[in-house]
């Protein structure tokens, strides 16, 4: 019975963890060849490298972290409002807009970013910062869409009668009573939409041309030539970001959670 | 007076333009985004002309088509098919297995370009796991290895498809089966269904909707991903986006003409498929399932 | 109140993470991209340092080699900055990448593009400069033009550069092997398909869309065709369509003892250097002719790879600097190309430590200090040596050529 777990528990090493483990390897190895199963030399190079090179890598991961929130801010100013209506509400129609409105997800991304990024040519937002943004909101804004559609649904009917019969206004009452009924559904939605974001490369490198860096546009040749060392280094440092932010995201969210009481999700 | 407050403040119907007005941003945005880009690829290949279209009938672009559809489907149903079950298991799993478990979320994070490299520090014909074999005695060169990286199979492909999609999967069902209380499970098990017979009977039925929805999305999201063919694909056949990467970019004028074509095919095809897979998927769905 | 606590530490962390990446970005790049609309054409270059001071400029090349990458981000950048003040950025894109896009912006008329340097040769070039996709002529202004060669700067791939270019590096084409696994390597492109044939499966080329693989395919249909010397005058269409049969059969001749049976080829120079250091293919090619020694001081190759170049020709040629059409600011433009042009640079990138891309400045005239300095350069024990590389040296052919053999390849090998 038992054994059946640790069975369970080593296939799972073995896909998620040695992967990682041997992306470890090759960051302090200067080369890896067949058939080596561990590489035969030890290199500092890649640690070396993020020493000379740290301010590019640090413009790149600032830059990605900074168009990926502002993805997620934009999805969700945009979404709030629409997300009420369609989960709350019911007109003609409503069906055939919430599909419509979530199609981005299931219409593959460069069937119209290549046409759109012609379009932001003409415009004068290619190689912009809100050119970037404006495409990856439109990739990922319908998980925050989704999320906040489901996180209306499971308020209660009349979540805003109190603070309606305290005689808030309506910003009050979102700011106040909604946002934070809505925070679970938030953070979900957010947390894809910046997933979404923050590891796109084609579309960033697609409207933001490189002069909007981003940090998978700085990794790609790098992967791309199969250097091994520094390939491998990028990625780890990769991967602490997006693992830094879901971290404080829980500690704040969770604190924040208990004080609240459980809302609606 | 109370009650008439109460009243104002309940989400009765709503004037049609109030509720146009709260959608319109959204409305406006993705018409601008989606639907300009679309139409101006649109519009480059109605004024290319019939013969674009003919283009696209071309030997090469068609078993490009081809294989990318080939590699979505195998991919999406690997994902769907190993992401439930592995969701199956960490849901019945002790504590302790769950808690360790959760590291299956790592390929959530890591963007596609890693995915690609992993796969290729691993399966490239002089990658880990043919260096493995090679000391196992398996092979005595990497030639021995099969093209799974690079060939027309596209296995490289589907590997980084699935590693990328599985944990999506297992993260959506978990959400499913965490709301069905234990008491379903150990009732089938007092009934005398062992814990594959559960599975089907019990469990598989529940997470149905939510399987169809993400294998629709994951088949759709890889006909357009860009990365990881650019990174693990072949040269014959190329997957699309490579093709339509190429010919926009290094191509000449007719053959960003029939670029465009080939993304108004796919997003159209995109559209007529997601149509009929979601109608399927609802018909088949168990009626107790259906919201 | 009190429980407003928890969501303003939230939505605080939120704004603060959103802006905070900007201040640091606002504070290392403190410079408005838009230059004061002077026109440079007019300045001395002495005004044009004095405009350029403080801005930023954005120079758009090729991004496949982390050496030259490196060499960029960790000597010319620091240098422009501190000489000249000039923020300088690198956007490691594809030449016919940004060409496309200067047409499309060309058409949009966007006056104000975002590239203010390019990194451009042959084909690439002449497209640009026939759709007047380039500002120029500049060449003549930048005070160091007078130490370049004053061959190298007449004409690009037989096209007339016009000073709408300036070279600033020497390349010629040569394959690497690791010694300790091959002996003795093909000497010739006669002798490649015996030398492929002995050794199934570790032998490719990239594909001629990039650059390397290009001339890769070039290289061989000089040497095939009996010589450069016919193909010099300029673009002759019969007498392409006459030779190319014969490369065709040739590369489709040895297609299926290629890497992978030639049913597929690297994308990219890249994608093959990664296959040869893996040792899934025993050569690689390269257009700096001290890519091996780099390599291996760097520890990505073994101590034995040596470079060699084929006896029936190695093609030479030359790579540019160029300023788009719409460049945003040309004055920091002209500086930098300048600086990239100027014997310290040109030492600097010569070195095989760095890059060891060849120096197109005339030694004759430059003083003897430096000069002394070039010629003590240690090209490494893996570089051919300069007599060798020179006495097989044939200049680039024409770039409707490129073009033309790119396409066909598509179509004659590719999708046979």
Redesign the interface.
């Known amino acids: 019975m038992k054994l059946r777990w640790v069975a369970l528990v080593a296939l799972l090493l073995l896909i998620f963890f040695l992967p990682l483990l041997a992306v470890l390897l090759g960051a302090f190895s ?5 058939p080596d199963l561990l590489p035969r ?1 030890l ?1 500092f ?1 890649g640690v070396l490298f993020l020493r ?2 740290s ?2 890598v640090i ?1 790149a991961l ?2 990605s ?2 168009y990926s ?2 993805s ?2 934009t999805a969700f100013l945009l979404c709030l409002g629409p997300a009420e209506v369609l989960a709350r509400y019911r007109f003609r129609g409503r069906l055939a807009v919430e599909a419509l409105l979530l199609s981005p997800v299931l219409i593959p991304a460069i069937t119209w970013a290549l046409g759109l990024s ?1 379009v932001l ?2 415009v ?1 937002l ?2 912009t910062f809100p050119g970037v943004v404006i495409v990856l909101t439109a990739a990922s804004y319908p998980y925050m869409l989704r999320a906040l559609i489901a996180g209306f649904q499971q308020l209660p009917r009349d979540y805003r009668a109190c603070a309606v019969n305290l005689g808030a206004s309506p910003l009050r009452q979102t700011l ?1 009573v909604t ?2 009924m809505l ?1 679970p559904a938030i953070v979900a939605g957010g947390t894809v939409v910046f997933l979404v974001a923050f590891s796109d490369y084609f579309l960033v490198f697609l409207v933001g ?3 909007v ?1 981003s940090f998978t ?1 700085y990794l790609f ?2 992967l ?4 091994y ?2 390939g491998s280094t990028l990625t780890l440092l990769f991967l602490l970001v997006p693992m830094t932010l879901f971290g ?1 995201i829980e500690l ?2 969770g ?2 959670h208990r ?2 009481g459980q809302t609606g999700g | 007076m109370s009650s008439g407050i109460h009243r104002q403040g309940l989400p009765r119907g709503l004037p049609g333009l109030a509720i146009l007005l709260r959608l319109l941003p959204l409305l406006l945005f993705f018409l601008l985004t989606l639907g300009g880009g679309f139409l101006h690829a649109l519009a480059a290949s109605v004024v290319a002309g019939p013969q674009t279209w003919r283009l696209l009938l071309r ?2 672009l068609l078993s490009s088509i081809l294989l990318t559809i080939r590699v979505g489907a195998v991919s999406a149903l690997l994902a769907v098919a190993v992401g439930a079950v592995g969701a199956y298991l960490l849901w019945r799993a002790p504590r302790w297995v769950f808690v360790l478990g959760s590291m299956y979320r790592l390929p959530i994070v890591l963007p596609h370009i890693a995915v690609a490299y992993l796969v ?1 520090l691993f399966w ?4 880990l796991v043919s260096s493995l074999l090679f000391h196992l005695g398996v092979m005595a060169q ?2 021995q290895f099969p ?1 799974v990286l ?3 199979s596209g296995t490289g492909l589907i590997l980084a498809y699935f590693y990328k999609g599985f944990p999506f999967v297992m993260l959506l069902c978990l959400g499913v089966l965490q709301r069905i209380s234990p008491g379903e499970v150990t009732t089938a098990g007092m009934l005398g269904a062992g814990p594959v017979r559960t599975f089907l009977r019990v469990i598989l039925p529940r997470l149905f909707p939510i399987l169809g929805q993400t294998g629709i999305i994951l088949f759709l999201f890889s006909l357009g991903g860009f990365d990881i063919p ?1 990174l693990l ?4 056949p190329q997957m699309l986006p490579v093709t339509v990467y ?1 010919l ?3 191509g000449t004028r007719a053959d960003q003409a029939v670029a465009l074509t080939a993304l108004v095919v796919l997003a159209l095809f995109a559209v007529v498929f997601a149509v009929v897979a979601f109608s399927l998927l609802r018909v088949l769905t168990p009626w107790e399932e259906r919201e | 109140m009190n ?5 303003t ?2 939505a605080a ?2 704004v603060l ?2 802006l905070l ?2 201040t ?2 606002a504070a ?1 790049g403190r410079s408005d991209r838009r230059v004061p609309e002077i026109d440079v054409a007019e300045l001395s270059f002495e005004q044009i340092v004095t405009v350029a001071r403080g801005t930023t400029a ?1 120079i ?1 090349m090729w ?4 050496a030259v ?2 060499w960029i ?2 000597y010319v950048i620091p240098e422009v900055g501190r000489r000249y003040g000039v923020t300088l ?1 690198r ?4 030449a ?2 940004f060409v ?2 200067l047409r ?2 060309k058409e ?1 008329g ?1 006056e104000t ?2 590239m203010d340097l390019l990194w451009i040769n042959g084909e690439n070039f002449r497209n640009a400069r026939q759709e007047e996709l380039l500002w120029g002529p500049f060449a003549s202004r930048l005070p160091n033009v007078s130490l370049v060669d004053p061959a190298l700067a007449e004409m690009d791939s037989g096209f007339p550069v016009e000073g709408y270019s300036v070279p600033w590096g020497r390349a010629q084409f040569n394959f690497d092997i690791d010694t300790a696994r091959i002996a003795a390597p093909p000497a010739s492109f006669q002798e490649l398909p015996e030398w492929v044939r002995r050794h ?2 570790r032998f490719t080329y990239p ?1 001629p ?1 990039d650059f390397t693989g290009s001339a890769f395919i070039r290289q061989a249909f000089i040497a095939l065709s009996g010589g450069v010397a016919q193909f010099l005058p300029g673009y002759d269409q019969q007498l392409l369509d006459r030779n190319a049969p014969v490369l065709w059969e040739y590369l489709n001749e040895i297609a299926p003892y290629l890497w ?1 049976q030639g ?6 120079l ?2 093959l ?3 040869f ?4 293919v025993d050569v690689t090619m390269s257009f700096t002719q001290t890519n091996a020694a780099t390599r291996t001081a ?5 101590p034995t790879v040596r470079s060699f170049v084929m006896q029936d020709g190695s093609i030479s040629n030359t790579h540019a600097l160029a300023i788009p059409w719409n460049g945003p600011n040309k004055a920091a433009a002209l500086v930098v190309a300048n600086f990239l042009i100027s014997p310290e640079a040109q030492l600097s990138k010569n070195d095989p430590a760095n890059w060891g891309d060849f120096t197109v400045l005339a030694l004759s005239r430059l003083p003897e200090q430096i000069r002394q300095q070039f010629t003590a350069l240690d090209m490494g024990a893996a570089t051919v040596p300069l007599e060798e590389l020179e006495r097989h040296a044939v200049p680039e052919i024409p770039s409707e050529y490129w073009e033309e053999l790119e396409r066909r390849w598509e179509a004659e090998v ?2 046979r």
């Open positions: 200067p080369r890896w060849v067949f030399e290199s190079r000379s090179n301010r590019a413009r600032g830059s972290l900074r929130l502002a997620v801010v012609v040519i003409r004068g290619a190689d106040l946002i934070p925070m041309g490189g002069a860096q546009g040749p790098y791309s030539a199969a250097d060392t520094i404080l704040t969210v604190r924040w004080r609240w | 030997s090469d290729m490239a014909r002089t990658g990497p030639e093209a690079f060939g027309s650019w694909g072949g040269s014959r190429s926009f970019f290094q | 429980r407003m606590g928890g969501y530490v939230v962390a939120v993470l959103v990446p900007q640091h970005l290392a954005r758009y991004g496949g080699s982390e990458n490196s981000d960790q950025e956007v490691p894109m594809d016919a990448v496309n896009r499309a912006e949009a966007r593009g975002s199934p499966g594909e869309r992978q049913e597929s080829y690297p994308r990219d890249a994608a250097d990664a296959l250091q893996r040792g899934e760097q520890g990505r190759y073994p590719r999708r």
